[in-house]
């Protein structure tokens, strides 16, 4: 059955929940589900922008066919063509064969690509302004937020910036449109910094850009590809904590811990690592780098200022997981972190040394010579002090 919601007197939310995927992009848990927005216009001309993951296909184009009520198609926005918006493109102009396509030059190269065939298009780019009726959309390029291709679009009229995959969430809406609607900061936002620091997180500069430009225009809506739309005190909140992820600055103190352990001495020494820092009064996340996957363990890198990775010596490297993590977050540019380690090595103690050589290339890194070196088990309570002492 068809499943809507009203973002105004003229735009309609089409999208559609998915709760059945384990994992989003093959690689990020997303326990919450997941939502794909869609918003239909419905002016002197109708205007979808955007289409949906290839799972939740059915569903919306009952919701596109119900808001239409027996009026064609003009246009389809199309802001970015990761398959999980774009998917179901060629399904949409199949049935409205009078739509043209209203894309970035990049994402019309792409349609060929993943489809392989031309359709009826507009290009535009940086600054263009087409009207629709009342309502026009000023499109605005982002690239690398999160493809090279991205454009949002800003509606002068009502004041709502389509932000792509920007200020998007992991989670389902499950009814629920507006931020409003929600508990954002309490509920959506640990999922929505989880989104963009692995999803948007290595691309600080270029979100940054968009920022920029986005804080000319009056913005009384965003409206993401994914996640709610968010309104109010949460557009203010959100613009907050981009500003904060895009420039890799903490935006809290405190201090993340995650290890790996094959059988359980690390971890002893995460755990009292963890202790005699909250002893001390600092915040304080551990993660099992077996058990957590990383995207979460990167969100709260991005939290906080400070980290402690711990790991033994395997196979003459890093153990496996905690250098599965390392390479993550590098891939992820982090920055602007006090970083420090714990070793173990029954006979060959070097994982230290070895994962802060995996850190030699991102910046602006504190990474601290003072290693706690475990040989097998440790108890040594005053070194484990002194180490801690340098993380205050
Ligand atoms: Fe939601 Fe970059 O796709």
């Given at each position: 059955m068809f499943s809507t919601r009203k973002v105004n007197s003229d735009y309609t939310w089409v999208g559609a929940d998915r709760r059945r995927d384990a994992i989003f992009e093959g690689v990020f848990p997303i326990p919450h589900g997941m939502s794909y927005n869609s918003y239909l216009l419905l002016d002197e001309k109708t205007v979808l922008l955007d289409t949906v993951d290839a799972s939740v296909k059915e569903v919306f184009l009952e919701n596109i066919d119900s808001v239409l009520s027996g009026r064609e198609l003009d246009y389809v926005v199309v802001h970015h063509m990761e398959p999980d918006h774009s998917a179901s493109l060629m399904t949409v102009l199949d049935k409205y064969k009078n739509a043209t396509v209203i894309a970035s030059q990049k994402a019309l190269a792409m349609i060929g690509q993943f489809f392989g065939r031309e359709v009826k298009s507009i290009a535009v780019k940086e600054g263009d302004v087409i009207s629709f009726g009342k309502h026009s959309l000023k499109f605005i390029a982002a690239p690398m937020v999160h493809w090279p291709e991205v454009m949002m679009s800003y509606d002068a009229e009502d004041k709502i910036l389509f932000s792509a995959d920007g200020f998007g969430s992991f989670g389902t809406l499950s009814g629920t449109l507006f931020s409003s609607e929600v508990d954002f900061e309490r509920d959506v936002l640990d999922e929505a910094r989880r989104y963009y620091t692995n999803i948007?997180?290595?691309?600080g500069p270029q979100v940054a850009a968009v920022l920029k430009k986005a804080a000319e225009a009056e913005i009384e809506m965003i409206c993401p590809l994914h996640g709610h739309t968010l309104v109010g005190k949460d557009i203010q909140l959100c613009l907050e904590k981009y500003t904060l992820w895009s420039t890799y600055t903490p935006e809290k103190s405190g201090v993340v811990i995650a290890y790996g352990s094959i059988y359980g001495n690390t971890e002893s020494v995460a755990n009292a690592v963890a202790a005699e820092l909250c002893e001390r009064g600092q915040e304080v996340r551990v993660y099992d780098l077996s058990v957590t996957d990383n995207s979460y363990v990167i969100s709260d890198v991005f939290k906080y200022d400070r980290l402690v990775i711990c790991a033994p010596t395997y196979n003459s490297g890093v153990f496996v997981k905690a250098e599965q993590f390392i390479s993550e977050l590098v891939a992820h540019n982090i920055q602007k972190r006090k970083v420090a380690f714990v070793e173990n090595g029954t006979w060959a103690a070097t994982s230290g040394k070895q994962m802060a050589e995996m850190f030699a290339k991102s910046k602006d890194m504190e990474i601290l010579d003072t290693k706690f070196t475990i040989k097998s088990s440790s108890n040594d309570k005053a070194a484990l002090v002194e180490f801690v002492k340098n993380l205050l």
């Open positions: 948007v997180g290595k691309y």
